[in-house]
Nanobody, 125 residues
Framework: EVQLVESGGGSVQTGGSLRLSCSASGFYDDDYVIGWFRQAPGEEREGVSCISSTSDSAYYADSVLGRFTISKDNTKTAYLQMNNLKPEDTARYYC???????????????????WGQGNQVTVSS
């Protein structure tokens, strides 16, 4: 059974930084893609960034490119470093993973099978 355990998030002022972590377990062959979506109240869930477990190939939404950095370590933990945060980054952030999601057209929620519990990120102006 695949499990995603998240940590991080919190509240910062504009321009501040936060880091999210997500530890994955249960993938049969350790070949998967892991990343984050976010969802603000009244808004659709949107893909933020993802990375392959077997390479450094990463995807970033245009809205976070240059400010957020996704990475991973050899403990099957992914990290999302969020710098220069803006009020519009305020949302609940969900870690997600899947063996082979289609990301050619961006990160689409229905393409991802496994989800974490989510952590709130709040950026005040």
């Amino acid at each position: 059974e695949v499990q995603l355990v998240e940590s991080g998030g919190g509240s910062v002022q504009t321009g501040g930084s936060l880091r999210l972590s997500c530890s994955a377990s249960g993938f049969y062959d350790d070949d998967y893609v892991i990343g984050w979506f976010r969802q603000a109240p009244g808004e659709e869930r949107e893909g933020v960034s993802c990375i392959s477990s077997t390479s450094d190939s990463a995807y970033y939404a245009d809205s976070v490119l240059g400010r957020f950095t996704i990475s991973k370590d050899n403990t099957k933990t992914a990290y999302l470093q969020m710098n220069n945060l803006k009020p519009e980054d305020t949302a609940r952030y969900y870690c997600a993973a899947d063996a082979a999601p289609n990301v050619l057209d961006g990160m689409i929620p229905k393409e991802w099978k496994y989800w974490g519990q989510g952590n709130q990120v709040t950026v005040s102006s």
